[in-house]
């Protein structure tokens, strides 16, 4: 179980000690491309305490990016899933996962703090073939198609990016 408040306090006690603090979370239901209620709670949740970025793990399945923008300027960059980046699960999109990447550009001036940017989110998406009797994960551009149902990459990469858009 995700508890809201130890959530919460935790960032607190970590948001001065860090010049960027990422969580990872295991949340979301399985199978699922689109991040759940649950899900957009917490990660809003985890925005308005001052979380800069956001690794989502659970649902075995690619899910978008977002950009959480809170009223003083503060953006939390989220990514709801990461897919399965290893896996012989054989449901519809178990085979596709993602590495992601995230630019972060700070600026200091007399090792004062200038700027703090994270910007640039981004999924690569990745699918595991089965070849020669071993697993291999491998640029979706470069395969062209999920070999379990289809998906190509033209469609994933604009799956995940839809929020962002």
Known sequence: ??????????????????????????WGAEYILEPSEDQLHQANLLAKAGVDIIFGHHPHVLQPI???EQEDGHETTVFYSLGNFLSGQNFDYTDIGGIATVDVTKVTLDDELISLKVHSPH??????TREE??????????????????????????HVVQYLE
């Open 1 to 26: 179980m995700i508890d809201d408040e130890q959530m919460q306090e935790d960032v607190e006690e970590l948001r001065d000690q860090v010049d960027i603090l990422i969580v990872h979370m295991h």
């Open 66 to 68: 977002d950009v959480i």
């Open 123 to 128: 999924i690569e998406p990745t699918v595991v």
């Open 133 to 158: 009797g071993s697993y291999r994960v491998r640029e979706l551009a470069e395969v062209g198609a999920s070999p379990i149902n289809g998906s190509t990459f033209e469609e994933m990469s604009e």
